[in-house]
C-alpha cells in the first residue's frame, strides 16, 4: 500500500490553470450539484435488481402511478386553496373599499376620497407584509415565480431548498397574501412551483421539514428515493402545476418536457400528462362544487379560463396584423427583461434582510395608490364614466361614478384579475382608449418592478394584463381603418406576443394559451405571435427566466451544445488531475479525503496501472461508512481486487434499498460521522469495489466536446472520465464544465493552436 | 505491413456461437440496417464545421425552417386531394346506385336488387383492383397505413422504399381508390406516411425515381443529405400528416415525438410543431375553399372532424360507465389483433404476387355484397325504415324505403366515412339497435380481414366506426337504465376504447382525438378510456403496429430496456471479434473487405496494440474510392500515423458537404467501383484516419446491458465499440444486437454463470 499513499495527498496541492473569470464563475456555481438521473448499477445495486421478482416489479409500477394520482389530486387542492382565499380576501376588500366610497359620500370630496384610500392603503400594506414575512424570514427560496429555479433543477440540477416542504408552505401561503394585496404578480407561476414540491413530498414520503413524517413506514416508497425517480415524480408535479393553473393538460405535460427531459421517455411522459389530465379534472370538479356551478358540472378547467371568444370575426386577412403585433411584444419584452435585469442586479448587489420586506412593503404601497388614484382620477375627477348596457354583470365596478354607469379602469382594477383578463378578451366590455392606455402602461411598469420582490409572484397574468390592453388598443385603432373586426382577438394576441415576449418559451407556451382559449382554431395565430415575438426579442436579450437562472449562475445546460463547443476537446475543458481513490483504503483516508472534498464523486483508480476501475460518489462512501462496511477479514484483502463477486464482502442479504435510503437526500457530515468512530475504526478497511460504478462512462481527450456535452445532457450523468490514448485516467468532465460561460473562457487558449502538440504539452498524465 | 495483412482474412473466418434462433432472427433482420442519428465527426467534416461563417450558420437555420413550412404545405395539398378526390368519386357511386335503385322500380323487386348490385359490385371491384395494381405491381411498399414502417424509421432503422417518391405516389393514388373503392379502410393512415414521404422528398432534393431533380442545382440543400437531417425532416412529415388527417398540430407532434425522438430536442420539437400547426392550417384554408365554405372562413381544421358535441350531457358519474367501455374496447381489440395477426402470418406464408391483386379483389367484392345486401334486406325486405324528422340533412338515405323515410343501415354504408363517423357521434339520428349491432359487428369483421391487403389502407376510421357503433349500442342499453343521457358521449368513448385497444397508442392518440373533438373537457374520459383499452388490451397481445413490425423483423427498439437485460453485460451481447481495417490500407485491401461485409462498420485498430483508434463507414469509404483520395507521396505514410492533421493529405479546400453528398443517399457498390478502377489504382495506399470518427463511443465488457441500451437508444448511435481492461476491442454492438428476442437468446447461456468466468473464458482476445 506504500506506493500510492499520495493519492490523496496529491489531492490537497491539485489546482487548475485557468483565467479569473473561469474562477469566479466556478466558485459562484459550487452551490450547485447535479442531479444523478442515471440509475445506480454498482454490484450491490445489481444484486438487489437481480433479487426483484415479477410481483415487486408491478407493485413498484402500480405505486408509481398512484402516486402520480395524488401528485395530480393535492396539487389541485392547493391550487383551489389557493384560488378561493384569494377571491375571497380581494372581494372583500374590493367590497369594502366601494362601501367606505358609499358611505362617505356625505363628509365631502376630500374626506370621500382619503378614507377610502387610507383603508385600501393599509389593507393592501398589510397583506403584502405578511407575504414577505413568509418569503424573507421563513424560506427565501419561495420568493418569485420559482419557475427559473424548477427549470433548473429539471435541468439536472441540485439546487438548494428548492423542494423542500418549508418552501411549499411559504409559497402557498405567500401567494395568497400578495395576490390579494394587489401587487402585480399572478399566483400561476408559483402554483407550478408549489406542483413539483408537492411531486417531490409525495414520492419521497419524508421531510426534514416535518420529522414526524418520518415515523411512518412507508417502505414501498424506498426506491423512489433517488435522484431519477424524483425528478421524475417533479416533472409530474409542474406539469399537474400548469395544468390546474391555465386547465391545459397537454400544455402542462410539454411544459415539463420542453424544460426537463433530455432523454424523452415514453413511460414518463404518459405518466406527466396523466399526472396534469388529473389535475385538471379534479379542479374542475372541486372549483364548479365550490363556486357554486354544481359539483359535476365540470366546467372550470383551470384557475384562469379565456372564456369563448368570438371566432367568426377572424380570418386569413388578420394574420400579418398579427404577425406585427408579434413583433411589438417582443420589442416590449426585451424592454422588460432589460429593465428587469438591472434591478435585479441592484436588489443582489444592496437589498439584504429586512430592506427586502421593506422594499415589498414600499412597492405594495405605490402599487395601491396607482390602482386607487388612476380610477379615481379617471372617474371621480375626469368624470370619464360608461354608461351600463346590456350583457354587462356587476364586474362592472361603480367607483367614483354616478348610479347607472360604471368606472371601466376600475372594472380592470378592482376585479380578480382573472376577471380583468377576460373582460379584456372579449369586446362587450366597452373599455375607453385613455383607460386603457393608462392600464396598460402602469400594469407594465409596476410588474417591471414587482418581479423579483421577496413574495412569491408569478408572471404570466401580469404579462397577459398588459399585453391583452395593448392588444386591445392595437385592435381599436385597426377598426378605424377595417370596421367590424373584434378587438378581443387582438386582446388574446396581444397578450400572447407580451408573454412570448418576455418568457421566450415556445411549445409550451403555445399549448397553455390555446387549451386556455379551447379553440384549436386559434393555434396558428398564436403560435406565430408567439414565433415573432421570440425572434423580436432574442434580437436584444434573453428570456426572463434564462437570465434569472444566469443571475443565479445556476450551471444550466441548454438543448444544443454551444457554438464555441465547436473548437473544444475534452481534453481541453476537462477537470485535470482528478482526486482519485484507490479500491481499498482506510477509513482514515476516507475520511481526510471527504473533509477535503465534499459533494463528490472520486474515479477508483488501480494504483499500479493507473486505469480508472469505476466512480464512487461521497454518499455511498457516507452509507459505508455509517453503515460500517468494513473489511472484516484481513486475509481477504489483499490490495487488489475484492472478493465480492462471491457474496463476501457484503451481508448476505444486504438491502440496496434500506442502505441508499439511509443517505438519500441528506446525509451526515464528514465530522458528525467522526465523532461516532472510534480509533480502531479509523484503521479499518474498505473495499469500495462492489459499491462503486464499475462502467462509468469514458471518453479519450481528443473527443470533440460536442459529443461529450451530448453524452451528458442526453443522459442526465453527473461525470464522464476522460481517459488518454493509453487508457490513463487523465480528467473529469462535469456539468459545469459544460456550461458555456466556462467552456468559452478555454476557447481563447486552445484556438488555432497545433491539436497534438496541445494535447501532449498540458496533459500530466498519472504515475 | 506485414504483420497485419490477416485482418482481413480473419474476416472471413468469422463466427457466432449462439444457437439456431439468432441466426434465423439475424438473417430476418439482416435487410435493415440503422439510421446514423449522431453527427459524423471526423477529422474532414470538423474542418468544414471550422470553415462555416455565423452568416452561414443562420442561412441553414433559415432553409431549415422554410422547408419545415413547405412540408407542411405540400403534405396538407396533398390531404386536399386525395380528400376531394375520393369524395367526388364515392358521391358519384351512391348517386349512381340510388338513381338506379329509382330508375329500375318499374321491373320488379328481382332486377330493382340486381342491376344496382350489380353495378355497386363492379364499380368497387374496379377501384380496388386500381388500388391493389399501384401497390402491388408498381411498389409494395405502399400497401398497409405506413404506419409500422414510420414508427420503424423514426425508430432508427432504415427500410428500404420506405421514403421515396414512387411509394408516395402509389399510396396518394392507392389510397384514393381503395377508400372510394368502398373498402373498410381510412385514408388517414396512409396521410402520415405520405407527410414523411414528402418530408424526405423535400428536404432532400433529389429522387432515385426522378433523375431530372438532379439536374437543378439545389447546394443549398447539401448540408441535409444526411441521416440526422433527414430523419427530422420525416420527423415532421409524419407530424404534418397526422395533423393534416385530423386537424390535430398537437397531436401530430406528440406522435412524432412518441413514436420517434429518442432524444427530446427543442428546436426540433418546435419546427414539428410548426411544420404539424403550417399543415392544418393550409388545408383549412384550401379545404374551406374548396367545399364551399369561404376561402377564409377556417373551420375544416382536418379530413376528419367529430363536430360539436353535447357536453352538458356527460357529467363525473359516468366515468365508470366509460372504463368499463374502455375495458370492452381493449378485449374487442386484442380479439382483432389476434385474428388479424394470424390472417397476416397466412399472408407472408402463401400469397405471393398476382395473387396479392386477387386476394384485394375478392375482398372488394365481399365487402361491396355486405354493404349492399345488409341495407337492402333490413329496408327492402324488412322494411326497418326511420321517418324523417326535423334536423335530419340529405346524409340520410333512402335506399330501398318508402318516400320520405330512409335507412338507417344505408345512411352509414353510403356516405364518406367522416359523415358515418359524426353520425354516429351525434345522437339526432336515430339509428336502429338492429342496424347499429349489424354495422358494427360486419364493419369489425371486415376490417379484420382487410388490413394488410396489398392496398394502402388506415386502420383510424375503421376502428373509430366500429368503436363508436359499438358505444352507441352501449349508450342506448345505459339509456334504458338511465334515461336521458347522450348516445352521442358514448360513440365517442367507445371509438377511442376501439382505437386503444387496437393500436395501443397513449399520449399522441389522446390528443388527436381530443383536438378531432375540440373540447379540453373530454381530455380525461378520453385518456382514462385509451389507458383502460390498452391495459386491458396488454394482457392478451401487443398492439397492431407493433405486431406488424415484429412480423416484418424489424430490429426495433422500445424505449425501456427489456427486462432480460438485467441479467446482460456488453460482453454477452457483443458481436464479437469484429472485422478490423488498419489506420493504411490498400485500394485492394478496401475493396476486398467492402466485398465481404456490405452495410457495415469497421472499427479502425492499431496494428500494434490492438486499441481501436476509430469507427468509419462503408458509404464513407466508398466515397475515399470514388473522389480517389488516396496518399500521393509515399513516404508521407510510414505505415503508422497519418499526417493529416497539417493538412497534407486532402485537398486545400475539400468540401465535406460535396464529399457527403456523393454517397449519399445510396452509394455505388463495390463492384461497380472495381470496374472503373485501374490495375494501379488498386495499389494504391489510403490514408483512413481523417476520414473515421476518431471518438466513437466504447464501453467495457463488464458494462450492463441497460447501459449500453440506454446510450445507442438515447443518442442514436449505429455502433458501440467494447473494449477489455486493457483497452483492446473485443467486439462492437449494434442495433441487432439489442432487440429483446436477441438478447434473450443470449440469457440462457450467461444466467447463473459466475460473471468473471463468463468473461475470461469466452473472449478472445485479438493478438
Request: glycine share 8%.
Amino acid at each position: 500500500m506504500e506506493e500510492n499513499t499520495g493519492f490523496w495527498q496529491r489531492a490537497i496541492v491539485r489546482n487548475r490553470h485557468h483565467h479569473e473569470d473561469h474562477g469566479q464563475l466556478m466558485s459562484k456555481m459550487s452551490k450547485y450539484d447535479s442531479l444523478e438521473y442515471q440509475d445506480t448499477f454498482c454490484a450491490a445495486s445489481v444484486a438487489q435488481r437481480h433479487r426483484r421478482s415479477k410481483k415487486d416489479v408491478i407493485l413498484f409500477d402500480f405505486s408509481r402511478w398512484m402516486l402520480s394520482f395524488f401528485i395530480g389530486v393535492i396539487t389541485a387542492l392547493a391550487a383551489v386553496f389557493i384560488d378561493v382565499n384569494v377571491v375571497w380576501m380581494s372581494t372583500m376588500k374590493f367590497n369594502l373599499t366601494s362601501g367606505l366610497i358609499r358611505s362617505t359620500e356625505e363628509l365631502g370630496p376630500f374626506f370621500q376620497f382619503l378614507v377610502p384610500f387610507i383603508f385600501f392603503i393599509v389593507f393592501n400594506c398589510g397583506l403584502v407584509a405578511t407575504a414577505t414575512y413568509f418569503v424573507a424570514r421563513i424560506e427565501p427560496c419561495a420568493a418569485g415565480s420559482g419557475i427559473p429555479e424548477i427549470k433548473s433543477y429539471l435541468n439536472g440540477v441540485r439546487i438548494p431548498m428548492v423542494v423542500r416542504l418549508r418552501t411549499a408552505m411559504s409559497k402557498v401561503v405567500g401567494v395568497l397574501f400578495s395576490v390579494a394585496g394587489g401587487l402585480c404578480v399572478g399566483k400561476e407561476g408559483p402554483m407550478i412551483h408549489t406542483g413539483a414540491i408537492v411531486g417531490a413530498g409525495i414520492s419521497q414520503g419524508k421531510s426534514i421539514d416535518m420529522p414526524l413524517v418520518h415515523r411512518i413506514p412507508m417502505a414501498f416508497l424506498k426506491p423512489f428515493r433517488n435522484d431519477h425517480e424524483k425528478r421524475d415524480f417533479v416533472s409530474c408535479g409542474a406539469a399537474a402545476g400548469v395544468a390546474a393553473a391555465f386547465g391545459s393538460p397537454t400544455g402542462g405535460a410539454l411544459f415539463s418536457l420542453e424544460e426537463a427531459s433530455s432523454f424523452f421517455n415514453q413511460g414518463l411522459t404518459w405518466r406527466i400528462f396523466f399526472s396534469s389530465m388529473i389535475s385538471t379534472f379534479t379542479l374542475n370538479i372541486v372549483l364548479s362544487g365550490v363556486r357554486g356551478y354544481g359539483w359535476g358540472n365540470l366546467s372550470q378547467p383551470g384557475l384562469i379560463t379565456f372564456g369563448m371568444f368570438n371566432k367568426a370575426t377572424y380570418t386569413l386577412y388578420q394574420l400579418p396584423l398579427f404577425l406585427l403585433l408579434g413583433a411589438f411584444g417582443g420589442v416590449m419584452g426585451a424592454g422588460f427583461n432589460a429593465a428587469n435585469t438591472r434591478i435585479s442586479r441592484l436588489r443582489i448587489k444592496y437589498l439584504k434582510g429586512n430592506y427586502k420586506m421593506l422594499e415589498a412593503i414600499l412597492i405594495a404601497f405605490i402599487t395601491a395608490t396607482c390602482q386607487f388614484c388612476l380610477p379615481f382620477i379617471m372617474s371621480g375627477v375626469l368624470n370619464q364614466c360608461v354608461p351600463h348596457r346590456p350583457g354587462v354583470t356587476d364586474q362592472a365596478k361603480q367607483f367614483y361614478c354616478p348610479e347607472g354607469h360604471y368606472s371601466d379602469i376600475a372594472t380592470l382594477f378592482y376585479n380578480p384579475q382573472e376577471d380583468a383578463i377576460r373582460s379584456l378578451f372579449h369586446s362587450q366590455y366597452q373599455l375607453s382608449m385613455g383607460g386603457l392606455f393608462l392600464f396598460a402602461v402602469v400594469y407594465y411598469c409596476l410588474a417591471i418592478v414587482t418581479y423579483g420582490v421577496a413574495v412569491p409572484s408569478g408572471l404570466f397574468v401580469p404579462c397577459l394584463l398588459s399585453g391583452a390592453a395593448f392588444g386591445r388598443i392595437y385592435g381599436r385603432l385597426i377598426s378605424l381603418v377595417f370596421p367590424g373586426i373584434d378587438t378581443g382577438n387582438f386582446a388574446l394576441i396581444g397578450a400572447a406576443s407580451m408573454l412570448g415576449g418576455v418568457a421566450r418559451m415556445t411549445i409550451s407556451l403555445t399549448i397553455i394559451l390555446l387549451e386556455a382559449t379551447n379553440d384549436i382554431q386559434y393555434g396558428m395565430p398564436i403560435m406565430l405571435t408567439i414565433m415573432t415575438a421570440k425572434l423580436v426579442g432574442d434580437l436584444f436579450n434573453k428570456g426572463l427566466y434564462d437570465i434569472h437562472i444566469h443571475l443565479k449562475a445556476v450551471p444550466f445546460l441548454e438543448f444544443e451544445p454551444p457554438h464555441c463547443m465547436d473548437y473544444l476537446e475534452a481534453g481541453d475543458i476537462m477537470s485535470r488531475d482528478p482526486i482519485t481513490i484507490p479500491p481499498v483504503v482506510t477509513v482514515e483516508q476516507v475520511t481526510s479525503l471527504m473533509k477535503l472534498y465534499g459533494h463528490q464523486a472520486f474515479p477508483v483508480v488501480d494504483p499500479v496501472t493507473g486505469k480508472p476501475l469505476g466512480l464512487i460518489t461521497v454518499p455511498i462512501l457516507t452509507g459505508m461508512l455509517i453503515n460500517s462496511i468494513f473489511i472484516k477479514d484481513e486475509s481477504e484483502a489483499d490490495g487488489s481486487r475484492s472478493t465480492f463477486s462471491t457474496g463476501s464482502a457484503l451481508p448476505q442479504h444486504f438491502d440496496w434499498y434500506h442502505f441508499s435510503d439511509s443517505v438519500y437526500p441528506r446525509f451526515p457530515s464528514v465530522d458528525k460521522i467522526l465523532s461516532t468512530l472510534t480509533e480502531s475504526d479509523l484503521e479499518q478497511r474498505m473495499d469500495i469495489q462492489p459499491f462503486m460504478d464499475p462502467s462509468p462512462h469514458t471518453v479519450r481527450t481528443q473527443t470533440p466536446v460536442i459529443r461529450v456535452f451530448t453524452l451528458l445532457r442526453g443522459l442526465g450523468l453527473r461525470h464522464i472520465l476522460v481517459v488518454s490514448d493509453d487508457g490513463t485516467l487523465v480528467g473529469i468532465v462535469s456539468r459545469k464544465d459544460l456550461v458555456e460561460e466556462v467552456a468559452e473562457s478555454f476557447l481563447g487558449a486552445t484556438k488555432g493552436r497545433d491539436r497534438a502538440q496541445t494535447v501532449a504539452d498540458t496533459i500530466p498524465l498519472l504515475p
